[in-house]
């Protein structure tokens, strides 16, 4: 479609018109595929998923960090309290890579995004932080509930 104002437009569409409404047409395409790219792909699940914090010896001390296993996505939880986890997603919202373990943090072999242990993008490429699920940890068993 032209965009061009109607007293520009003439009676008939010349070749030139023809041209220049396709070529916006195709840009139109790709800004709609970039922006939904710059969505991300969904690092979520749905229903709960458990797991024993003593299945994961990183996770007796405050600040330690597990890769969990089992969820139907990669998580990773951090120990942010004697009673207290942070539970993320590993699946960069950028472009869906697997983000691993760096340090005290996390980083996406994708591009480079680094992140913090709250799963905040602190460095390296622009991601969006990782996506975190609300939890509930029962210390009499010593399970953390995982809400997707
Ligand atoms: S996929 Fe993770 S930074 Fe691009």
Known sequence: MCTCSPADRPADPTRRHFLAAATLAAVGGLLASACQTGFGPSGGFSGTFTFKVTDYPALATVGGIALIDGASIPL???????????VLSRVC???GFTIGVAGSGFQCPGHGAQFDNQGTNVGGFPA????????TYDAGTGVVTVTG
Do not use: E, K, L, Y
């Open 76 to 86: 990773a939880a951090v120990r942010s309290g004697t009673s207290s986890f942070i």
């Open 128 to 135: 969006g932080s990782m996506q975190s699920f609300s939890n």
């Open 93 to 95: 919202p950028h472009q």
